[in-house]
């Protein structure tokens, strides 16, 4: 068996969620070193971890309990497209720096997943937006909604392309109701205008730093998401991220085409998330979109899809091009069937990847981590 069949074989087992996320990390950190909030949920339980993190003054208080240390990438969401599927939740990620999340993405099942692998919503306190289609936002009011009613303290800050700022006051908008019965009815003071807040970054053509803190340096660069014809018309962008650690360097592609700025972004990287598209779905999508424009239709949702999302070779010549270490596949399309089972073998992805790209290759799964 060769290296990423094997790795993706390994994948097979760590996908049965619930259990699979607790073995991975022990098998990352050492037992008894597992990350330091799925100890604190173990003995908790699920139901009660956040009652019993809340002190007498209502804040949320993370426990002391040992912290995985150095920096891993966790796959909340692996799966491609609007699509609900039961095994796999829409696109999500975090990167882990000495136990502190920051979130790329927030789409359907984020949030179950966060809770699934331990992860608190006081947790969060940093997201980032790839571009604003549904499959990457929908749990983004979910989560501010529960870390207002949890108490959170500190703030949330959400970055993304133009629209991350009128998307959070949406969000806002969605749980006021909420807020005021809450504020009436339990004496809340806690005023969500201040604690969640959204900054919309620049579409930039070459790499730009948009985030640093102690722990991560994030960079970012506008992908081929949209092809000019659309952005013409708009005025919403899709970015890729890189983050920068002491330890390691991981770039998320977000949705996009083959691009030369991502390319640039993801040089020499550790770590390097991308989505991928089947070939025989992206065959059937250029013929169909070859079929609506004879009809008339030159904007279709098939010319979307197979203008602006990346084939295998599109894929391996990125991460070839960059040099990137290993590739993890990610935002599979055509997505799944049901329970997370891809519908074609995975070694459809794999074999067209590696005509282009020698190096290590990993197809994702829900709450693999990294």
């Known amino acids: 068996m060769n290296k990423e069949r094997g790795l993706q ?7 049965p969620v619930r259990r699979g996320f607790l073995k991975t990390v022990i098998g990352l950190a050492g037992a008894g070193t597992a990350l330091g909030f799925t100890a604190a949920l173990a003995q908790n339980g ?21 912290a995985l240390t150095g920096t891993h990438l966790l796959l909340l969401g692996t799966h491609g497209g609007p699509g609900v599927d039961l095994g796999r939740a829409m696109s999500s990620s975090a990167v882990l720096v000495d136990g502190t999340p920051y979130l790329v993405d927030c789409g359907y099942g ?3 997943n966060l809770f699934a692998c331990g992860l608190r919503y006081a947790q969060i306190d940093t ?4 571009h604003l289609h549904n499959d ?7 989560l501010l909604s529960l870390q207002w009613t949890s108490n959170k303290m500190l703030p949330t800050t959400c970055y993304g392309s133009y629209g ?5 006051d949406g969000a806002k908008a969605f749980f006021a109701g ?3 019965i809450r504020n009436a009815d339990e004496g809340r003071t806690i005023n969500p205008d201040q604690q969640f807040q959204g900054h919309d970054l620049e579409a930039t053509t070459k790499p730009v730093q948009v985030f640093k803190d102690d722990k991560v340096t994030v960079s970012s660069v506008e992908n081929a998401h949209f092809p000019d014809r659309s952005r013409a018309k708009m005025p919403y962008r899709s970015l890729s991220y890189r983050f920068d650690t002491m330890e390691r360097s991981i770039v998320f592609s977000g949705d996009t085409a083959y691009s030369g700025s991502l390319v640039e972004l993801a040089r020499d990287a550790d770590v390097y998330v991308s989505e991928i598209m089947d070939q025989d779905i992206y065959d059937r999508m250029e013929a169909r979109a070859r079929e609506e424009e004879a ?13 602006t999302h990346s084939t295998p070779a599109d894929v391996g010549r990125t991460a070839r091009e960059a040099r990137v270490k290993t590739l993890v596949l990610s935002h599979l399309l055509p997505g799944t069937i049901t329970e997370g089972r891809l519908n074609f073998p995975v070694s459809t992805f794999i074999d067209g990847v590696r005509k282009e790209f020698s190096g290590e290759i990993i197809v994702a799964n829900d709450l693999m981590v990294i």
Not at 295 to 307: D, L
Request: without cysteine.
């Open 46 to 66: 699920p139901g009660r971890a956040a009652e019993d993190e809340r002190n007498p003054q209502g804040g949320v208080v993370i426990p002391p309990t040992p």
């Open 9 to 15: 074989a390994m994948a097979s087992k760590i996908d």
């Open 136 to 142: 990457h936002i929908l749990d983004l009011p979910a």
């Open 164 to 168: 991350t700022a009128a998307m959070v």
């Open 295 to 307: 009809r008339g239709n030159p904007n279709s949702v098939a010319r979307h899809v197979a203008e």
């Open 127 to 130: 997201l980032f937006f790839t």
């Open 110 to 112: 984020t949030v179950r």
């Open 178 to 180: 909420d807020v005021g």
